[in-house]
């Protein structure tokens, strides 16, 4: 019953900005933490950025000063902006997000990739 809906990806030049998007639909209590990883092609999924429901962030050190994690509450949506991009930024990026139901669980997007490439 419930689904996340990533959106924003695309390719972009070096240097250049990107914002992704993810809303959480469905039947449920509430969200708890909600976050972003990556995964590029042959490499391990990795933490990107996490945020509280009371909107503190956490950054993991390569993107620390380039990217922006925020959310809405109240939209139930979770975004990340994303500046300086370089090409190892090149990946699938994922929400993430632990929802509140009778049994709380975390769930997953789909992925949206993001290329970043001259």
């Known amino acids: 019953q419930v689904q996340l809906v990533e959106s924003g990806g695309g390719l972009v030049q070096p240097g250049g900005s990107l914002r992704l998007s993810c809303a959480a639909s469905?039947?449920?209590?509430?969200?708890?933490?909600m976050g972003w990883y990556r995964q590029a092609p042959g490499k391990e999924r990795e933490l990107v950025a996490v945020?509280?429901?009371?909107?503190?962030?956490n950054y993991t050190d390569p993107v620390k000063g380039r990217f922006t994690i925020s959310r809405d509450n109240a939209k139930n949506t979770v975004y990340l902006q994303m500046n300086s991009l370089k090409p190892e930024d090149t990946a699938v990026y994922y929400c993430?997000?632990?929802?509140?139901?009778?049994?709380?669980?975390?769930?997953w997007g789909q992925g949206t990739q993001v290329t970043v490439s001259s």
């Open positions: 993430n997000a632990q929802i509140v139901q009778f049994v709380t669980g975390w769930y």
């Open positions: 945020i509280t429901s009371g909107g503190r962030p």
């Open positions: 469905g039947r449920f209590f509430s969200i708890n933490e």
